[in-house]
């Protein structure tokens, strides 16, 4: 004969039999009458069922508190992460868009009859100074005979300065000449040396010398700042010195260009990083978001997914109700069932 044990609810074979083979040997199968109460008079202490309904019980909030936990750190890391970075570059040394600007200085500019223009046709060179001399070499670069007047100054290192010495010369296509002053030589003792060399051009029959200004070559602006170079980080095309600042976010010359692997193309406006947005969150392209369905610009929950949700956590009730029913009332789950 087969029967339930009245304690645990286990099975017992034989006949006669009230409870299983752990149960006689306990306390409460040893004491507990048939009317469910201790042959001293006292109440029965918890049985093996109840007990076990508990531990249920308990385990079953723990494991459920674990997860909500789990689900609100990782929603708190994920928004952490999300937190816009500040990225603080620095200031390029070089700038590789340049333009010329007006200075308030003069210079001499010298013309040719077909209207090429000339600045500063010849080059000082090989300055040499020495007992009783100095001399330099003055090179003509272009091809025309160019009018000069020159200026300099000769030092003696015994203490005597000739400050202004003046000589004109016309210097031949392509010529070098060189100017040599001896005017120390009666000097017996020390060196002599020459500085402040300045060239003044006239014109002749081949140039016509002009005054200009100096221009002088300056990094070019672009919205009120310094241009950025290619290659460097920007957020719309007149910060780029190359006027396009392309999809991915950076200075270059084309706009539309491949993203890098972990960023996707973003209807050939931007590069963006797939799954960062919360529902909640505002997108530009639905993938952005970590659902990966939005709607009307906000990411959302899908459907599908909701109804999931919303099973799982009627389920969860259901049980935790059931537990607490059962440890309370101190029924066996089997005996529940089939009741």
């Given at each position: 004969?087969?029967?339930?044990?009245?304690?645990?609810?286990?099975?017992?074979?034989?006949?006669?039999?009230?409870?299983?083979?752990?149960?006689?040997n306990s306390r409460e199968?040893?004491?507990?009458?048939?009317?469910?109460?201790?042959?001293?008079?006292?109440?029965?202490?918890?049985?093996?069922?109840?007990?076990?309904?508990?531990?249920?019980?308990?385990?079953?909030?723990?494991?459920?508190?674990?997860?909500?936990?789990?689900?609100?750190?990782?929603?708190?890391?994920?928004?952490?992460?999300?937190?816009?970075?500040?990225?603080?570059?620095?200031?390029?040394?070089?700038?590789?868009?340049?333009?010329?600007?007006?200075?308030?200085?003069?210079?001499?500019?010298?013309?040719?009859?077909?209207?090429?223009?000339?600045?500063?046709?010849?080059?000082?060179?090989?300055?040499?100074?020495?007992?009783?001399?100095?001399?330099?070499?003055?090179?003509?670069?272009?091809?025309?005979?160019?009018?000069?007047?020159?200026?300099?100054?000769?030092?003696?290192?015994?203490?005597?300065?000739?400050?202004?010495?003046?000589?004109?010369?016309?210097?031949?296509?392509?010529?070098?000449?060189?100017?040599?002053?001896?005017?120390?030589?009666?000097?017996?003792?020390?060196?002599?040396?020459?500085?402040?060399?300045?060239?003044?051009?006239?014109?002749?029959?081949?140039?016509?010398?002009?005054?200009?200004?100096?221009?002088?070559?300056?990094?070019?602006?672009?919205?009120?700042?310094?241009?950025?170079?290619?290659?460097?980080?920007?957020?719309?095309?007149?910060?780029?010195?190359?006027?396009?600042?392309?999809?991915?976010?950076?200075?270059?010359?084309?706009?539309?260009?491949?993203?890098?692997?972990?960023?996707?193309?973003?209807?050939?406006?931007?590069?963006?990083?797939?799954?960062?947005?919360?529902?909640?969150?505002?997108?530009?392209?639905?993938?952005?978001?970590?659902?990966?369905?939005?709607?009307?610009?906000?990411?959302?929950?899908?459907?599908?997914?909701?109804?999931?949700?919303?099973f799982i956590l009627i389920?969860?009730?259901?049980?935790?109700?059931?537990?607490?029913?059962?440890?309370?009332?101190?029924?066996?789950?089997?005996?529940?069932?089939?009741?």
């Amino acid at each position: 004969m087969v029967r339930e044990c009245e304690v645990c609810g286990g099975i017992i074979r034989g006949a006669g039999k009230k409870y299983c083979s752990y149960c006689r040997n306990s306390r409460e199968a040893k004491e507990q009458s048939y009317d469910g109460v201790y042959s001293n008079g006292t109440e029965p202490l918890p049985t093996n069922k109840s007990y076990g309904l508990f531990v249920v019980l308990i385990l079953f909030i723990l494991i459920g508190s674990i997860v909500v936990f789990n689900i609100a750190g990782n929603k708190a890391d994920s928004e952490l992460d999300n937190t816009t970075n500040l990225i603080v570059s620095s200031t390029n040394e070089s700038c590789q868009y340049k333009e010329l600007k007006e200075t308030s200085e003069f210079i001499q500019v010298l013309y040719d009859k077909q209207g090429n223009r000339y600045e500063n046709p010849v080059e000082i060179k090989n300055i040499a100074g020495g007992q009783g001399r100095i001399s330099f070499d003055l090179v003509n670069k272009i091809p025309l005979s160019v009018s000069v007047k020159v200026n300099y100054e000769i030092s003696h290192s015994g203490g005597t300065f000739w400050p202004n010495n003046e000589e004109f010369h016309d210097i031949k296509p392509l010529e070098t000449i060189t100017i040599v002053n001896t005017g120390t030589s009666g000097i017996l003792y020390g060196t002599s040396s020459v500085g402040n060399i300045r060239i003044t051009y006239l014109s002749n029959n081949d140039l016509e010398v002009k005054p200009e200004k100096k221009k002088e070559e300056i990094c070019k602006l672009c919205n009120g700042e310094v241009c950025l170079n290619d290659g460097i980080e920007c957020n719309i095309d007149v910060e780029c010195g190359s006027g396009v600042c392309n999809i991915a976010g950076y200075c270059g010359s084309q706009k539309v260009i491949d993203c890098s692997e972990d960023l996707q193309n973003c209807n050939n406006q931007s590069c963006l990083e797939p799954k960062i947005k919360e529902k909640g969150q505002s997108y530009s392209c639905e993938f952005e978001c970590k659902s990966g369905y939005g709607k009307d610009g906000i990411c959302s929950t899908p459907l599908k997914e909701k109804v999931l949700k919303w099973f799982i956590l009627i389920i969860f009730v259901v049980i935790l109700i059931l537990v607490i029913y059962l440890t309370l009332t101190g029924k066996n789950l089997f005996k529940f069932f089939r009741s």
